[in-house]
């Protein structure tokens, strides 16, 4: 099993829609969560980060259950800028530089008219 | 103003060669990485490193060496190239351990 696991999509929904990926970890010991977005032949930009109460930040809902160990990300009123790929991180360790940083491997999505 | 910067942003060589990328950081972190991005769009962190402390991922072959010469600078250098190495190599810096700023990338192609 993967550290990390995500579906890869691509998710395609028309503008407007809700949309929502998971993200599922192995570790039991994690304790930092992230979802970063991706662009084509860009750098990754952190989007949120992953509380253990859920947050929110405008469109976008992030909530963490760390029973059945995974993140969530909720789209809501989608836009066509929102295309690109999101990847779920997890942390081994809240502070430490040392500690266990893992990517998933990206949810594509795209965003039709 | 570019907060994380790399040099170059496409490198292309042959196999065999020995090549560096270069990064620098103008945020003030104490922490900064290497990360590999491979065509399947995996990203993997290969080194970090703080403070003088080198944190090094030990999949990554000893072919591939980090060299900070300051804070605000962390290069890679990368002997005997093998086709396997073409991917696209992303610096980062991270004031604590949480929100990373990634550079744009250094797209690296093994002939």
């Known amino acids: 099993r993967k550290e990390v696991e995500q579906d890869p999509g691509p998710f395609n929904v028309p503008e407007g829609a809700t949309v929502a990926f998971n993200c599922t970890y192995s570790n039991s010991a994690s304790q930092s969560f992230f979802w970063y977005r991706q662009d084509c032949r860009k750098e990754p930009k952190l989007l949120m980060s992953?509380?253990?109460s859920g947050n929110e930040d405008g469109r976008f809902t992030a909530q963490l259950n760390r029973a059945s160990q995974y993140i969530s990300l909720l789209i809501r009123d989608s836009k066509l800028s929102d295309s690109a790929t999101y990847l779920c991180?997890?942390?081994?360790?809240?502070?430490?530089?040392?500690?266990?940083?893992?990517f998933g491997s990206g949810t594509r999505l795209s965003i039709r008219p | 103003d570019t907060a994380v910067s790399q040099t170059p942003k496409y490198l292309v060589t042959q196999m065999g060669n020995d090549k560096s990328i270069k990064c620098e950081q103008n945020l003030g972190h104490d922490t900064m990485y290497w990360y590999k991005q491979d065509s399947k769009k995996f990203l993997k962190i290969m080194f970090s490193y703080n403070n003088k402390e080198l944190i090094i991922n030990e999949t990554v072959p000893n072919r591939f060496s980090p060299k900070s010469p300051d804070k605000a600078h962390l290069n890679l250098h990368i002997n005997s190239l093998e086709l396997g190495d073409s991917a696209v190599y992303f610096c980062?810096?991270?004031?604590?351990?949480?929100?990373?700023?990634f550079g744009p990338g250094t797209r690296l192609t093994v002939l």
């Open positions: 980062a810096s991270s004031p604590t351990s949480y929100e990373q700023f």
């Open positions: 991180v997890v942390k081994s360790s809240g502070y430490s530089s040392a500690s266990k940083i893992i």
């Open positions: 992953v509380y253990s």
